[in-house]
């Protein structure tokens, strides 16, 4: 923690831009850590309801001109709300069912972000989003952001450990392992699923919020099923039913889409006939891949390779 807080005047405005995305992707796949990793319940519409929370912030802070203490907040609300609604749907189906109708959730954003009306939501042309500002503080560079971002996210991450700790996320682990026995040993099923999909959801909203104050700008295609798939991807590379794995994805990947974004125009200007859009191709081959590669060869992610690491270094020189 103390070197995160002097990250600013150790590295680069560059770093401390990457770190500011981690933060927040960070916050949004902790969420859904908490749903997947945990509770089981397959989430494929966490970049909706990061997007629910972002326009809920922006619509917040442009018209009302609300402070981010109270935006932040209510944006996370807003998007628990609006994943509750899919957490429902989750007490009668499972599986592949269960993702095709959170990938409605993308569907269902995008089509009322486009079809209400411009002066709701802005549309198509998006909405602008004022500064972040608290006595008289405007969080407007990088440095500032970076300092909003990691206490969000320190407080976030620290409300996550202790989700999973207490008798919710004992909940979640018993529904995920067996909903049925969890049943029957008195846990609430149907409660349980949706409240996973709330408290994902809330995290998201909380992420978009975030997002929001960082890029002031807010658009409909900042929040697709693609960014959805990053989020699967961090927790799936991390470790599933791990906070520390969800961060250690998080970190992972963001730092596979930097070296494309980085390597990607040398590429397409020294082979010209692949086009302008290597970038975008590019990464979405990796990325899927890299999610193939860790379902083949480390299912459970790297936070199982690191904890057998840990486990034989206890034992080492027995072989048991």
């Known amino acids: 923690m103390a070197l995160m807080l002097a990250a600013p005047y150790l590295v680069s405005g560059r770093i401390i831009a990457i770190l500011n995305m981690m933060l927040i992707s960070a916050v949004i796949a902790v969420g859904l850590q908490i749903c997947t990793g945990y509770a089981g319940q397959i989430n494929l519409g966490q970049a909706a309801f990061m997007g629910v929370g972002a326009y809920t912030a922006s619509i917040l802070a442009s018209k009302t001109g609300l ?32 993702a095709l109708t959170t990938i409605a959730a993308q569907f269902i954003f995008h089509f009322a972000v486009l079809n209400l009306p411009s002066s709701w939501m802005g549309g198509s042309n998006g909405i602008t989003v004022p500064p972040a500002e608290l006595l008289g503080l405007r969080f407007v560079g990088e440095t500032s952001q970076f300092y909003l971002n990691l206490a969000v996210a320190a407080i976030m991450i620290a409300g996550a450990f202790g989700i999973v700790r207490s008798r919710f996320g004992r909940a979640f682990v018993a529904v995920r392992d067996d909903d049925v026995a969890a049943g029957i040993m008195g846990i609430n099923v149907a409660a349980t699923k949706a409240n996973a999909f709330l408290i994902g959801a809330f995290y998201a909203g909380v992420g978009g919020a975030l997002w929001a104050y960082l890029i002031r700008f807010v658009g409909v295609d900042q929040f697709t099923l693609f960014h959805s798939i990053f989020f699967v991807a961090m927790i799936i590379v991390g470790g599933m039913g791990s906070i520390v794995g969800a961060l250690v994805g998080v970190f992972v990947i963001r730092i596979i889409q930097e070296i494309i974004a980085t390597v990607g125009p040398n590429i397409a200007e020294s082979v010209s006939f692949l086009g302008g859009d290597i970038v975008f191709a590019g990464m979405n081959v990796v990325l899927g891949g890299v999610i193939a590669m860790f379902m083949i060869l480390e299912p459970k992610g790297l936070m199982h390779r690191w904890n057998i690491l840990k486990s034989s270094y206890r034992i080492w020189p027995f072989p048991y």
């Open 67 to 98: 402070t981010f203490l109270l935006t932040i907040p209510l944006a996370g609300i807003s998007a628990a709300l609006f994943g509750f609604l899919f957490g429902l749907t989750a007490a009668r189906i499972k599986g592949f069912y269960l």
